[in-house]
Nanobody, 126 residues
């Protein structure tokens, strides 16, 4: 089993920044990749960014490219999502996710997620 706990959500004005953290514990062999998803009320859960745990390789959803950055500190078992130039449409519940995929881009698809965190709310006001 893998446990994921997110931190860092909050409220910010448009154009501002936030950094989310996800602390990972449990059986690390159960995963080779991590991701951040988000879900706004009434909308589907969408993949935002993903990263292989053992390689410096990332993928991003089109709506956040150039604004969000996913990174990790394996010594701290923590995955981060740095969010810059935030927009009101970025408002959502953000979820940390873990899985094991052969192709990294698949980790932006919720069907490939094996473990979910409980989520942290991000609200961007105009």
């Amino acid at each position: 089993q893998v446990q994921l706990v997110e931190y860092g959500g909050g409220s910010v004005q448009a154009g501002g920044s936030l950094r989310l953290s996800c602390v990972v514990s449990g059986k690390t062999s159960s995963r080779n990749s991590m991701a951040w998803f988000r879900q706004a009320p009434g909308q589907e859960r969408e993949g935002v960014a993903c990263i292989y745990t053992d390689y410096d390789s990332q993928r991003y959803g089109d709506s956040v490219k150039g604004r969000f950055t996913i990174s990790q500190d394996n010594a701290k078992n923590t995955v981060y999502l740095q969010m810059n130039s935030l927009r009101p449409e970025d408002t959502a519940m953000y979820y940390c996710a873990a899985g094991s995929v052969a192709r990294l881009l698949d980790m932006l698809n919720r069907d490939f997620v094996r473990y979910w965190g409980q989520g942290t709310q991000v609200t961007v006001s105009s």
